[in-house]
């Protein structure tokens, strides 16, 4: 029976938190009024916030009933028809949840009423932010709500709500026209390309992120429309902090998941649905610089307000590119175009206006400082710092917008046909490496001076032991990479030599001062921590990037054609299955198809496993053993996790030593994604990981020879395809997997021996009367391309006929390539965070002091440098 | 002249150098005929091209060679683009796997030697995200 309660409950509960949000919005613009704050009138301010915790739970309640809807498999709805399935875990139920654009949406509406109510009770000391702040967080709400309402008034359609029932949705489905009351018995799935735990988690870090925005954005707002035009910066600096972070993360967790479930070979595509977070980052930790500037110097105020509103408007600019469908084939992977364009542009555009107009209207009136700093002042060079991270965040901005000038030039009526860059990664690497220079040079020197007396001596004394310790390990590096074997790339690449050196330098100089400031105050280094974080981050992008090695060359000499030999590089390699083949200093074979079991650890082969009629369903044909322990015995039904999963076994045996490893490459036939979706698998070593992905595979519909037949009897031995068979003899079974065998019915076995390259196999194929019928179940040995057939028994003069066919053996085509120093990438992130946190409890320490407007700055200037 | 001038200069002089090198790296969509033209001027840049498979009357694809047994980084096709001109494609990877559903093919890449060299296809599938064929479910009934 088709439930609308749950669907009505959510749709109401959405119209509950746009209206609540209206009221809030209005409510706390009045308590804004100068007037009201100065008469002491508390009223609006509590009608406000009333509002805001009524959209709170309002929201709570949307989230439980779509929540409920995808649980309970209520495939009457749309949202839980195209996003789930029967057979999905409930923690990818979870990763459902926000598939879609408009779960997407929720759980950003989520963090905004989570951080809503933190601001409004945190807050209770300094009361004067509240209303200002808050009233522009419900104006947001209001725009945010208003994306999932789904209310149709006349032609003019506003939002689009996760509680559309499939007969609404389909109103020219045949099916709903027989039967208003059909329920499809099972969804259409998650993506399965999605279905990775990274996937649980990255979404909701990058949603606090982008909601994390808000709050140093509204802080700005507030103060350029109550004329608090400084006071601002500081309850707001602790928030862009913490939105920093947690955008990083959140592109970092997002890059990760990249590397590990799709197959472009590296962690970054430059795609524009990941430029579209990694631009308002920049800018975001641009403005944290300038604010922190601001805080101990009284400079930059007006650059904090530019880069704070910058970073808001592009989050919403990043939403608008991604969610509107206006990147059409530049993106591989951005949302369904819902319709929504039109509410996202003037999303976009309201914010935009209100911010700018706002700013223009105040520039003259923000407090900005004649004296100039000098060279030796940390300042400076933290605000160069911003500089370098805009025009960077302005490059990639550049050319991921390439589709929107198209649509803006076709809307005012000029064609255009300007792509992207057909090399992308050496467009964006030209600019971003030398921006990663020129932040990792900067961060040393800034840092150095930040915490030293401003001038020439005492600089050059901080400067001199890093300098020195930098120069002496970057030569050890280039030295050892170009005459020595030590790693599989040489370093000479000038440029990379550069980007190299001044990491190296932004280690060195930044540990220098942690280790200064970790004796007197260890939340005070928090920013050296994070330059070092970032430091490692570029040394790690550096080598796993600049270095990737292919080595699944194509060395057979096998080539089709020979039209352009040199240019080309061929980096795929077909393995045929058992047939060692050489890749770089490895010997690689294909090993079998293998699946995923519940409850048992690691991969089980497809042969051991008899599949059935429920394609979730196997019995097993030998005994289920990992290590000493038994998981299950012959004949036990089990239970397959995935089956449109297959894991290609590939061993990796070092030609010189004895190290030999297992990997198991992913992939999925999927019609539903369209074909084949490869996902790598990768071994970790402490200076690399081997990244190792399937580019295609054998189809999975044989061509099988013709039925060859032998006539046998017991020890016999026959060559079937090369191959050395000895035929054993039968046996009566009892059992017959998957059959219900009565009285009367009879099975036998024959019982083979076939000698591999390897190893030996056994061969049993059966042969049934089951209710006067003949009935055979053929056995396949893949490894060896056979089928063999029990054919028939002549008891009489004891001769067995069986059938064989033989089929071209099982291949794959196979991408293999070594990636080294990734890890150190991932290490600085996690370095990075940790200094980011460090000031996060710092900065909000200040702001609960309220002391000194600088922070003691003239104590750890006397602190030594290492 | 102070140093934030100076700042700013530069910060503006970076940005149009930015700005001049989308320009030039920015690639652009055009029909096979204009990437020969391009070729036999000695322009090696690459260019988009927006196409479909080649298929006869009873829409089988026809032209396609993908044989990995031989060469698994050998793939070659015929595409035809919007102006109806037809054009052999090679793409020196494995066949990208659902190649044959695509309704709309984009390649990335430039002529050499009458062949228009691909280095990447974007493929545009029949519902690849959006599923609105609900056929599958109705055999149910």
């Not at chain 1, 993506?191 to 949603?207: A, E, G, K, S």
């Not at chain 1, 590990?260 to 649905?273: A, H, M």
């Not at chain 2, 062949?115 to 995200?129: E, G, N, Q, R, T």
Request: proline residues 4%; aromatic residues 12%; charged residues 15%.
């Amino acid at each position: 029976m088709i439930n609308t309660l749950i669907g009505d409950i959510g749709h109401a509960s959405v119209i509950v938190a746009f209206i609540a949000a209206i009221v809030s919005s209005y409510a706390y613009f009045m308590a804004s009024r100068t007037s009201v704050e100065v008469s002491g009138d508390t009223s609006w301010r509590k009608l406000a916030r009333g509002a805001f915790y009524v959209h709170g739970l309002a929201v709570i309640s949307i989230i439980f009933c779509l929540f409920n809807i995808i649980y309970e498999h209520r495939y009457e709805y749309y949202y839980a028809w195209s996003h789930s399935s029967n057979h999905l875990p409930v923690y990818y139920m979870i990763s459902c949840f926000w598939e879609g654009q408009e779960g997407s949406f929720l759980l950003w509406i989520f963090w905004h009423v989570l951080l809503g109510v933190a601001l409004i009770n945190f807050g209770k000391k300094n009361k004067v932010w509240e209303a200002p702040v808050m009233a522009m967080f419900s104006f947001v709400q209001l725009f945010l709500t208003s994306m999932i309402l789904g209310v149709v008034i006349g032609d003019f359609k506003l939002g689009s709500s996760p509680f559309i029932l499939m007969r609404d949705f389909m109103t020219d489905a045949p099916v709903f026209k027989m039967d208003p009351n059909f329920i499809p018995k099972d969804g259409t799935g998650l993506n399965p390309l999605l279905q990775n735990y990274w996937m649980v988690i990255h979404p909701p870090t990058l949603f606090l992120g982008f909601a994390a925005t808000l709050v140093p954005f509204a802080f700005a707002m507030a103060g350029l429309w109550k004329g608090r035009l400084t006071e601002w910066v500081k309850p707001a600096l602790p928030w862009s902090h913490f939105a920093a972070v947690v955008l990083g993360i959140g592109t970092v967790m997002g890059a990760y998941w990249a590397y590990e479930t799709l197959n472009f070979g590296g962690y970054w595509n430059w795609d524009p649905v990941e430029n579209a977070v990694y631009i308002p980052w920049l800018v975001l930790v641009g403005a944290v610089h300038t604010m922190v500037v601001y805080r101990r110097s009284k400079h930059g105020l007006r650059a904090s307000y530019v880069l704070v509103i910058a970073s808001f408007l592009l989050i919403l600019y990043a939403t608008f590119l991604t969610r509107s469908g206006i990147l059409g084939n530049a993106s591989v992977h951005s949302f369904t175009d819902l319709g929504l364009s039109g509410q996202l542009f003037a999303y976009l555009a309201v914010f935009a206006v209100l911010a700018i107009t706002l700013l223009v209207y105040n520039w003259r009136k923000i407090p900005a400082t004649e004296k100039e700093l000098s060279t030796y002042n940390g300042e400076f060079w933290a605000f160069v710092g911003s500089a370098v991270l805009c025009l960077a965040a302005f490059q990639v901005l550049a050319t991921t917008s390439i589709p929107v000038y198209n649509s803006f030039l076709g809307f005012i009526g000029i064609e255009s046909n300007a792509a992207l860059p057909a090399d992308q990664i050496a467009h964006y690497t030209k600019f971003q490496l030398w921006a990663g220079v020129g932040i990792a040079l900067l961060s040393g020197i800034a840092q150095l001076l930040w915490w030293r007396k401003g001038d020439k001596n005492s600089f050059i004394d901080a400067i001199t032991i890093p300098a020195m310790l930098t120069l002496l390990l970057s030569s050890l590096i280039i030295i050892v990479s170009n005459k020595f074997d030590v790693f599989n790339f040489k370093l000479d690449n000038p440029a990379y030599i550069v980007l190299l050196v001044t990491s190296l330098f932004a280690i060195f100089s930044n540990l220098s001062i942690t280790l200064g400031l970790i004796s007197k105050k260890v939340t005070l280094s928090g920013g050296a921590v994070s330059h070092i974080g970032v430091a490692m981050m570029l040394i790690g992008i550096l080598f796993s990037s600049g270095y990737s090695t292919i080595i699944s060359q194509n060395t057979s000499g096998m080539l089709y054609s020979r039209e352009f030999p040199d240019e080309i590089n061929r980096d795929n390699v077909l393995l045929w299955r058992n047939s060692p083949t050489q890749m770089g200093k490895y010997d690689v074979s294909y090993r079998g198809q293998f699946f995923e079991v519940k409850g048992v650890p690691g991969y089980i082969n497809k042969e051991i496993l008899f599949r059935t009629a429920d394609e979730y369903q196997a019995i097993a044909r030998a005994d289920i053993k990992v290590g000493d322990k038994a998981y299950y015995t012959t004949g036990d039904t089990l239970e397959i996790l995935s089956p449109e999963n297959t894991y290609y076994e590939v061993e990796y045996k070092e030609r010189e030593g004895d190290n030999t490893f297992l990997l198991y490459p992913r992939a999925q036939l999927n019609e539903n994604m369209g074909g084949l979706l490869a996902s790598p698998d990768l071994q970790h070593f402490a200076d690399k990981d081997l990244y190792t992905h399937v580019s295609g595979v054998a189809p999975e519909e044989k061509e099988w020879g013709e039925l060859k037949e032998y006539e046998v009897s017991a020890g016999d031995t026959i060559i079937l395809n090369d191959y050395v068979a000895v035929f054993n003899g039968i046996e009566v079974i009892n059992k017959v997997p998957g059959v219900e065998l009565n009285p009367g019915d009879v099975a036998v076995q024959a019982d083979m021996k076939l000698l591999g390259e390897k190893k030996s196999y056994h061969a049993h194929p059966v042969l049934m009367i089951k209710d006067q019928m003949m009935g055979r179940f053929p056995e396949t040995i893949e490894d060896l391309g056979l089928r063999i057939t029990f054919l028939n028994i002549d008891t009489e003069n004891n001769r067995f006929k069986i059938g064989v066919n033989s089929t071209q053996k099982d291949w794959i085509i196979l991408k293999a390539m070594e990636k080294p120093f990734v890890n150190i990438l991932w290490i600085g992130t996690i370095i990075m965070s940790i200094g980011f946190v460090m000031a996060i409890i710092r900065r909000s320490q200040e702001g609960e002091t309220n002391k000194s407007v600088t922070p003691k700055p003239k104590k750890a200037r006397k602190v030594q440098a290492a | 002249m102070k140093k934030s001038h100076i700042i700013g200069i530069l910060v503006i002089a970076v940005a149009i150098v930015i700005i001049m090198t989308t320009a030039g790296d920015a690639s652009t969509y055009v029909s096979f005929g204009e990437a020969i033209e391009r070729a036999q001027e000695g322009n090696a840049t690459k260019v988009h091209v927006v196409g479909r498979l080649k298929k006869d009357p009873q829409g089988h694809i026809v032209g396609m060679n993908y044989n990995p047994v031989v060469d698994p980084n050998y793939f070659t096709f015929t595409l035809v683009d919007t102006n109806r001109f037809e054009q052999r494609v090679i793409y020196y990877n494995p066949k990208p796997q659902d190649f044959e559903r695509s309704e709309q093919v984009v390649i990335t890449g430039n002529m050499q030697n009458d062949v228009f060299v691909a280095d990447k296809i974007l493929l545009k599938c029949p519902s690849k995200y959006v599923e609105k064929d609900i056929q599958q479910n109705t055999a149910s009934l």
